[in-house]
């Protein structure tokens, strides 16, 4: 299998030829080989590197999560950095003077959370306002390009954690999503580097491709597939599992108590997963330093699994065993977790005593509307 910059890197794209170009990446932009992306194409010939820019994280990955990156000179290739993840999320005029075009290549986590879809989205828009070509050098989806499940985004819940209407699971590429876009915000539409020989059924680990943490805290294949749900409980006073090695696989706080926790969501019989009384001391992030009971997600089938209704079960069952302790975090005038799951239903829902079943009934519909609203951007069969 190849991805999109080693096609580009073989075979050239005549749309490139002598065009001034900046390029959008971070540490997860290598080949096969685990060479940087940014230093092959900077001395490849296949495009003129003007420039680079850099997402959450930074284009080296130096960055934590939430921290603010700033403008630099890359230190390998000498070019300047503009930060899209400091004072501005969108490339700015002033960022794309002299530049033809912009390209994208960041490896993707398949969640609508995940800022650097949005990342993608802000300089869409900007290349096309700016009349620039937009190119994407394609990369997979880790967690299959078939399963898609969650809620979508209402209207008046767009953040930077949702950008734009798909569900939680979205089952699409970096490439499919900019063309999606593009059609719906009436976009110039952008150049897409296919991979060969990627089929929508893959994970991750069946491409053959060498396995590069797309952030700080999804270390792990399994962290990854389990983040689309258990990220809902950073919308919470519910440690995720930041700070520990284990983000997004365990979670709990110093008032739960492991081993109600873990029956409570054994009784639930959620496919793919079982869970594990642990006891955790995050060194950063939420509870830092404490003692936190919890659990660990352990994945058993993850064909079966459905990560963005335990992510709900998860919730109903903590607010449910700990109604006094349990909190939802506020950021200004909103709530988080209306941002990350896409409106209020499910803060309101449980907060009204629903049932986490009632809770994630409405998705079969949106799901379906969502299957044949992608059609014609998709790229693979």
């Given at each position: 299998m190849?991805?999109?910059?080693?096609?580009?890197?073989?075979?050239?794209?005549?749309e490139?030829?002598?065009?001034?170009a900046?390029?959008?990446?971070?540490?997860?932009c290598?080949d096969?080989?685990?060479r940087?992306?940014?230093?092959?194409?900077?001395?490849?010939?296949?495009?003129?590197?003007?420039?680079?820019?850099?997402?959450?994280?930074?284009?080296?990955g130096?960055?934590?999560?939430?921290?603010?990156?700033?403008d630099?000179?890359d230190?390998?290739?000498g070019?300047?950095?503009?930060?899209?993840y400091?004072a501005?999320?969108?490339?700015?005029?002033e960022?794309?003077e002299?530049?033809?075009?912009?390209?994208?290549?960041?490896q993707?986590v398949?969640?609508?959370y995940a800022?650097?879809?949005s990342?993608?989205a802000?300089a869409?828009?900007?290349?096309?306002?700016?009349?620039?070509?937009?190119?994407?050098?394609?990369?997979?989806?880790?967690?299959?390009?078939?399963?898609i499940e969650?809620p979508?985004l209402?209207p008046?819940?767009?953040?930077f954690?949702?950008s734009?209407?798909?569900?939680?699971?979205?089952?699409?590429?970096?490439?499919?999503?900019a063309?999606?876009i593009?059609?719906?915000?009436?976009?110039?539409p952008?150049?897409?580097?296919?991979?060969?020989a990627?089929?929508?059924?893959?994970?991750?680990?069946?491409?053959?491709?060498?396995w590069?943490?797309?952030?700080?805290?999804?270390?792990?294949l399994?962290?990854?597939?389990l983040?689309?749900g258990?990220?809902?409980?950073?919308?919470?006073n519910?440690?995720e599992?930041?700070?520990?090695t284990?983000?997004?696989?365990?979670?709990?706080?110093p008032?739960?108590?492991?081993?109600?926790?873990?029956?409570?969501?054994a009784r639930r019989?959620l496919?793919?997963a079982?869970f594990?009384?642990?006891?955790?001391?995050?060194?950063?992030s939420?509870?830092?330093g404490?003692s936190?009971g919890?659990?660990q997600?352990?994945?058993?089938?993850?064909?079966?699994?459905?990560?963005?209704e335990l992510?709900?079960?998860?919730?109903h069952s903590?607010?449910?065993?700990?109604p006094q302790a349990?909190?939802?975090r506020?950021g200004?005038?909103?709530y988080?977790v209306d941002l990350?799951y896409?409106?209020d239903?499910l803060?309101?829902g449980?907060?009204a005593?629903?049932?986490?079943?009632?809770?994630?009934?409405g998705?079969?519909?949106?799901?379906?509307?969502?299957?044949?609203?992608?059609r014609?951007?998709?790229?693979?069969?």
């Open positions: 190849q991805t999109g910059l080693e096609v580009l890197l073989a075979e050239g794209l005549a490139l030829r002598g065009v001034r900046g390029l959008i990446a971070n540490h997860t290598v096969g080989g685990l940087s992306g940014v230093d092959l194409l900077h001395g490849s010939g296949r495009v003129e590197l003007a420039a680079l820019f850099g997402p959450e994280h930074g284009v080296r130096e960055a934590q999560a939430g921290d603010h990156v700033g630099a000179r230190a390998r290739t070019l300047p950095v503009h930060s899209l400091g501005t999320l969108a490339p700015t005029p960022m794309l002299g530049l033809e075009a912009i390209l994208f290549d960041i993707d398949g969640a609508r800022t650097y879809v990342t993608m802000g869409l828009e900007a290349a096309s306002d700016a009349g620039l070509l937009f190119v994407v050098l394609d990369r997979p989806n880790p967690t299959d390009g078939v399963h969650g979508g209402a008046g819940y767009e953040s954690v949702g734009h209407p798909v569900p939680v699971r979205h089952g699409t590429t970096c490439g499919e999503l063309t999606l593009a059609a719906e915000r009436g976009l110039a952008p150049v897409v580097v296919p991979m060969r990627w089929r929508r059924s893959m994970w991750y680990d069946e491409t053959g491709l060498p590069v943490q797309p952030t700080p805290n999804l270390p792990t399994d962290s990854l597939t983040y689309p258990t990220c809902l409980l950073e919308g919470s519910v440690s599992g930041r700070g520990t284990r983000p997004f696989e365990v979670f709990g706080a008032w739960i108590e492991p081993y109600a926790l873990a029956e409570d969501l019989r496919p793919g079982v594990r009384p642990v006891w955790f001391t995050p060194a950063f939420k509870h830092a404490s936190c919890g659990v997600a352990h994945i058993v089938d993850r064909d079966a699994l459905r990560p963005v992510g709900v079960h998860v919730l903590i607010k449910s065993l700990y349990f909190e939802w506020t200004g005038e909103r988080f990350l896409g409106d239903s803060r309101t449980l907060d005593g629903e049932s986490a079943e009632e809770l994630v009934d998705w079969a519909t949106s799901n379906a509307e969502f299957t044949k609203w992608r014609p951007s998709l790229l693979y069969e």
